[in-house]
């Protein structure tokens, strides 16, 4: 998002219905976010979520995280991490 404003702009405020000044000023106060895999500690918080969403009813079945997050080497992970650079 950082590295491309202008189109990242663009895109949020034709999804999102906020004016483009809005918009450019929320880019311009967020902090960068890299993609890259999800720490261990940080499958075991959504984990967390997950069961409780489930316990809760909010979503009718068991998830397994860590099977269902991106994990360097899964298919299409080199493609994603040229992308993101």
Request: aromatic share 6%.
């Amino acid at each position: 998002m950082q590295s491309h404003r202008k189109e990242s702009a663009q895109f949020i405020a034709d999804f999102s219905g906020l004016s483009l000044a809005t918009v450019h000023l929320f880019i311009s106060r967020r902090p960068p976010s890299p993609v890259k895999p999800l720490s261990p500690a940080l499958v075991a918080d959504q984990q967390r979520v997950a069961d409780a969403f489930q316990q809760l009813g909010l979503i009718p079945k068991p998830v397994a995280v860590a099977e269902i997050v991106w994990q360097p080497g899964a298919p299409g992970a080199a493609r994603l991490a040229n992308a993101a650079r």
